[in-house]
């Protein structure tokens, strides 16, 4: 058996998966919840952590191996490290911040949801009448060979990105 495709499995491993699945994805939904409500910046890095890990096992159960290792190294290896590395490098508070206002979180929401009512549009207009077909798992060649020619100048600007990220990390907090 190659990852965790649902054609291979019986009807009752298939609920089984499902459940997992739909757990995961609960959890994941809560994570991202206590991301965006919490008042310690550090604590939001730390949902944030588990939201990613959420993706990655979803990954895994799709059968994508390699997107679920890179999501792993990339997400919560890298960019979590450089987010609390940023956070404790420009002296944010570290408990409950208690700046935070709550009448901008009302117009945070509004935004929030006319943003995920825009992509969903957006979505459901794009790719309303295609229909998407597997063509098995694919191998971690392929994959390489796809990010690394056609996807290099995007791959790159997000590496140049991260790094710039980290250098104004470290200039605001030298600044004194």
Not at 37 to 48: D, S, Y
Not at 84 to 98: N, P, Q
Not at 139 to 152: A, E, G, H, L, R
């Amino acid at each position: 058996m190659t990852g965790l495709l649902l054609a291979e499995f019986t009807t009752t491993e298939k609920w089984v998966v499902n459940s997992f699945w739909g757990v995961i994805a609960v959890v994941m939904v809560y994570a991202a919840l206590r991301v965006v409500t919490t008042k310690n910046v550090v604590h939001a890095a730390l949902w944030l952590v588990v939201v990613l890990a959420g993706v990655a096992v979803q990954f895994l159960f799709l059968g994508a191996e390699f997107v679920a290792v890179t999501q792993i190294l990339v997400y919560i290896g890298a960019v979590i490290v450089l987010f609390l590395f940023g956070v404790m490098l420009t002296r944010a508070s570290m408990g409950d911040d208690e700046t935070v206002a709550d009448e901008k979180r009302a117009m945070a929401a509004v935004v929030g949801v006319l943003l995920l009512a825009v992509m969903a549009f957006a979505l459901v207009d794009s790719f309303d009448d295609v229909e998407i077909t597997a063509d098995g798992p694919q191998s971690v060649t392929t994959v390489s060979d796809s990010i690394f020619s056609q996807y290099i100048v995007p791959f790159e600007a997000v590496s140049v990105l991260l790094l710039a990220a980290l250098i104004g990390a470290i200039v605001v907090a030298r600044q004194d």
